[in-house]
């Protein structure tokens, strides 16, 4: 982690805490993406109520964006 990055990865991670339950399938993809980029894993923990909300929802493409 560079130096400063902390503090910046904890708001982003406030913000998608906060938003994340209204994220569809894309949202998290991308929010997923980001976060594994960077070698942080709390989005998770957030994201996996979410997935298991729109299980029945979510393609097969969406299940391989996210993983």
Known sequence: MLE???PL???AMRVADRHCPAFDAG??????WAFATLRCES???CAAPQ???LQDELSTQDVANLA
């Open 4 to 6: 400063g990055e902390k």
């Open 9 to 11: 990865l904890d708001a």
């Open 27 to 32: 949202d998290l993809a991308i929010t997923a």
């Open 43 to 45: 989005f998770l923990p």
């Open 51 to 53: 997935v298991i909300a």
